[in-house]
């Protein structure tokens, strides 16, 4: 029962990689949104955060479609893109930028919500100390948004581990470049006798998401002891 | 040093506009809540641009709105001591004082063993904000604003959330800050025995305006800014050298020159110049010198002024002369009367040794 065929063992490997190259990858961008979002007043505000929600909203599929408009080989983004060598289209890049978008809005928001909770006098405490607004803003604010973003980045992973819907209608299914542990185990209830193997994945990806919510639970009230003395 | 400021802020229906220098040692910025002091030392550190400034420390021109001038508060080197301290919840004591220093960027060391003993705070620095009391929280802060190396010291009512004791704590703290390091602060208060106990000179604000500037014993010496500086605890303050113990009864002896004035035991040396704060309604007058009295100190001196404490009001103020020195004192109207109180009259100001207690009592430095 849990010896894993090749098949299965790549679809795992794969699903990791996919999710953890998402979540990294879209870090950086999420953090910044989030500190705009957060901190910063400017024209279009709303309608900014209403883009980084739309996901979150939409039908996965459209938003899948979306990304294979822009992003496909004669999409505008994507031919542009295809000019220095970045390829998204029917690739694990593509899947990866796939989750990364579906769990953006996830990332954003609990980032947004706990910068929003750092204390903006600490922050003109630091810049009295002689901290360029910058320094301030990786010494303390982004230390004390520490809980969020490791809640964001669970999220987001988890988000991006489950991908199905815009993942498979953006870069399909091909085993080995885009089937992801979902992905596969849809394909395996299409198929006779795929039941046990369906199954088997599907165990274990409940123990994936079990680890990694302790562990995220764990990292949290660390992170948390530690800003909260 | 000089600090020269010239502010004009309006906001929500409050106009502030204040113009003042301060001489060195430590200034109070003296006024009741909402006179605009907060705002003030806001504008002076940079955290909020005022519609007109003109701001200068020693000659380095830190903002004028006429020439654009808006030097970031990162780069203006003014130290700030918050009313609810502000210390970084995720670091140590030793890491929120560090951090600073590690801006500050100078190469000159500051002696961090120096400061850290002055406030005596060596044995928290391992612990982490949250596990210290108030008063621990707050010398930290001071700790972490003087390693910056700031030119001046901002203190926004440092005192202000602590109870009685833990002000007692700290006070002493403060008076070697002023007499041991040679920087400026600016003290916000609406105290009168700190400003009393700690400054040099006072600035009086009062509904966005500065109504005075001057000593402390010339300020709290006017009958006419009584209403400002806070009539329960009004009192003339009085320059004083501790000259001796009377160890039998428990006392100590400070000279005025007004006289010889008897105070409960104080722990400090023979020579020790003092403030001593007599509270006018803690004094009484009398025509005669007293005799069977309990009053241990009797000041002889003539009526200087006398003014109704306010429009039909059953007290009068009156200020005495004793050899140079003010001494206030607010009697009834019919008291006044009695004695025929008026400008030259000799009299006798009588004044309880257990009035004088360590909230009316203060080093004067320099």
């Given at each position: 029962m849990l010896s894993l065929t090749p098949e299965e063992t790549t679809a795992i490997l794969l699903s990791l990689k996919v999710a953890s190259v998402a979540t990294l990858g879209s870090l950086p961008f999420g953090v910044l949104i989030a500190w705009l979002l957060a901190r910063k007043t400017f024209p279009g505000k709303a309608l900014l955060d209403a883009l980084v929600h739309l996901p979150l909203i939409i039908p996965p599929v459209v938003t899948g479609y979306l990304l294979l408009l822009l992003?496909?080989?004669?999409?505008p983004l994507g031919s542009w893109l295809a000019e220095i060598g970045i390829v998204f289209a029917f690739r694990w890049t593509g899947a990866a930028l796939a989750c990364a978008v579906m769990g953006f809005p996830l990332l954003v928001r609990a980032i947004r919500l706990s910068m929003e909770a750092v204390d903006p006098r600490l922050e003109a405490a630091g810049r009295t100390l002689g901290a360029h607004p910058a320094l301030v803003f990786l010494t303390v604010t982004l230390p004390l948004s520490l809980p969020g973003i490791l809640a964001g980045v669970v999220l987001s992973f988890a988000r991006a581990f489950g991908e199905f819907g815009a993942t498979v209608t953006f870069?399909?299914?091909?085993?080995?470049?885009?089937?992801?542990l979902p992905t596969a185990i849809y394909t395996f209830t299409q198929v006779p006798g795929g039941d046990a193997q369906a199954l088997r994945l599907t165990l274990i990806s409940i123990a994936i998401a079990a680890v990694a919510i302790l562990l995220s639970e764990l990292l949290a009230r660390r992170s948390a002891r530690r800003v909260l003395g | 040093m000089s600090l020269e400021i010239d502010i004009a802020h309006d906001y929500g229906g409050f106009a502030l506009q204040a113009q003042f220098a301060c001489a060195p040692g430590l200034t109070a910025l003296f006024g009741?809540?909402?006179?605009?002091k907060t705002t003030l030392v806001n504008a002076i550190a940079g955290l909020l641009t005022p519609q007109r400034a003109r701001i200068s420390i020693n000659g380095r021109v830190l903002a004028d709105t006429g020439n654009g001038i808006n030097v970031p508060p990162h780069q203006r080197r003014i130290g700030y001591v918050f009313q609810d301290a502000r210390?970084?919840?995720?670091?140590t004591v030793r890491n929120n004082l560090l951090y600073g220093r590690f801006f500050?960027?100078?190469?000159?060391?500051?002696d961090f063993g120096h400061i850290v003993d002055l406030l005596g705070i060596a044995q928290l620095l391992?612990?982490?904000?949250?596990?210290?009391?108030g008063g621990e929280k707050q010398r930290v802060a001071i700790g972490r604003a003087l390693l910056s190396r700031p030119e001046l010291l901002l203190m926004d009512e440092?005192?202000?959330?602590?109870?009685g004791a833990r002000k007692d704590e700290i006070l002493p703290y403060l008076e070697r800050l002023r007499d041991e390091l040679r920087l400026p602060i600016v003290y916000v208060s609406h105290a009168i025995p700190e400003v009393t106990r700690l400054a040099d000179t006072v600035v009086l604000l009062s509904d966005g305006r500065v109504q005075a500037v001057g000593s402390v014993e010339d300020l709290t010496a006017r009958l006419d800014l009584f209403p400002l500086t806070g009539r329960y605890e009004a009192g003339a303050v009085l320059n004083a050298t501790l000259v001796r113990h009377d160890e039998a009864w428990g006392l100590s002896v400070l000279q005025t020159r007004a006289g010889d004035v008897m105070v409960p035991r104080l722990e400090r040396a023979l020579g020790t110049a003092l403030r001593i704060r007599i509270r006018a309604r803690d004094v009484t007058l009398a025509?005669?010198?007293?005799?069977?009295?309990?009053?241990?100190n009797i000041l002889p001196g003539t009526v200087a002024e006398l003014q109704p404490?306010?429009?039909?009001?059953p007290q009068v103020e009156v200020r005495l002369d004793c050899h140079g020195d003010t001494v206030l004192a607010r009697v009834t109207r019919l008291s006044a009367d009695r004695l025929d109180l008026q400008p030259g009259k000799p009299v006798y100001a009588m004044i309880k040794?257990?009035?004088?207690?360590g909230g009316s009592l203060g080093g004067r430095g320099r």
């Open positions: 992003f496909g080989k004669r999409g870069v399909s299914n091909i085993p080995g470049e885009t089937q992801t | 009741r809540s909402g006179a605009g210390l970084f919840p995720h670091l500050a960027r100078r190469d000159d060391d500051i391992q612990r982490r904000p949250a596990t210290l009391s440092p005192l202000a959330s602590l109870d025509l005669t010198p007293p005799t069977g009295t309990s009053a241990l404490s306010s429009e039909g009001a040794t257990v009035a004088l207690d």
